[in-house]
């Protein structure tokens, strides 16, 4: 029986391909540690200290302009909702997002929209303009997408009072706003928050 070393090639180049890429899905990319965006020289980790910044750890720029920051927010129970101008979804979710807002005011929660790829704070303001969007909204670099693995909008992060991601939803979820009530009073409960 005659090999075939052009078949042999090609399916162990595909297989590398596959296994490159489920590496990179699931953030086992080398010289960088799971979700971080920064490079990490694995050599010169202390294993004593936390290798991964906290979630709630992040820049972005409020819709006047001004900056904002993530970290201002820890202690707190907050659903970060990534969204777009030209997402449908994110577009419809942003009454719901409104009524939970509402729904869940006077409890230790924030609910903040991040705009990607949506323009600068002037141009997401003024399109806001025609929703009802009672909660906080900031512009975000592109660069936080691919911190958090964003690839589908919209994504929601909810965030413990400790600044780490505690549960992610994707996508238009039947029942988003009634899932979020129930893990904020689970947070609330583990973390002892009153009102």
Same mark, same amino acid.
């Given at each position: 029986?005659?090999?075939?070393?052009?078949?042999?090639?090609? #399916?162990?180049?595909?297989?590398?391909?596959?296994?490159?890429?489920?590496?990179?899905?699931?953030?086992?990319?080398? *010289?960088?540690?799971?979700?971080?965006?920064?490079?990490?020289? /694995?050599?010169?980790?202390?294993?004593?200290?936390p290798t991964e910044p906290?979630?709630?750890?992040?820049?972005?720029?409020?819709?006047?302009?001004?900056?904002?920051?993530?970290?201002? %927010?820890?202690?707190?129970?907050?659903? %970060?909702?990534?969204?777009?101008?030209?997402?449908?979804?994110?577009?419809?979710?942003?009454?719901? #997002?409104?009524? /939970?807002?509402?729904?869940?005011?006077?409890?230790?929660?924030?609910?903040?929209?991040?705009?990607?790829?949506?323009?600068?704070?002037?141009?997401v303001g003024e399109f /806001?303009?025609?929703?009802?969007?009672?909660?906080?909204?900031?512009?975000?670099?592109?660069? #936080?997408?691919?911190?958090?693995?964003?690839? *589908?909008?919209?994504t929601y992060l909810l965030?413990?009072?400790?600044?780490?991601?505690?549960?992610?939803?994707?996508?238009?979820?039947?029942?988003?706003?009634?899932?979020?009530?129930?893990?904020?009073?689970?947070?609330?409960?583990?973390?002892?928050?009153?009102?």
């Amino acid at each position: 029986m005659k090999m075939n070393y052009r078949r042999v090639w090609l #399916l162990s180049a595909a297989a590398v391909l596959a296994g490159v890429l489920i590496a990179a899905n699931f953030g086992l990319r080398p *010289g960088f540690s799971s979700g971080a965006a920064t490079p990490v020289a /694995l050599d010169a980790l202390d294993r004593s200290a936390p290798t991964e910044p906290l979630a709630i750890d992040f820049a972005a720029v409020d819709l006047g302009g001004q900056p904002f920051h993530g970290i201002d %927010l820890k202690g707190r129970i907050v659903l %970060l909702d990534f969204w777009a101008v030209w997402c449908p979804p994110c577009l419809d979710a942003f009454p719901k #997002l409104t009524q /939970l807002a509402l729904d869940l005011e006077g409890e230790p929660f924030d609910l903040v929209g991040i705009a990607l790829y949506s323009g600068d704070y002037e141009d997401v303001g003024e399109f /806001l303009e025609a929703y009802e969007a009672v909660y906080l909204n900031v512009v975000g670099e592109e660069d #936080l997408a691919f911190r958090y693995g964003v690839i *589908g909008y919209p994504t929601y992060l909810l965030i413990d009072p400790q600044g780490a991601v505690f549960k992610r939803y994707v996508g238009a979820l039947p029942g988003l706003e009634e899932r979020v009530k129930a893990d904020v009073r689970e947070l609330k409960d583990k973390y002892g928050l009153d009102p």
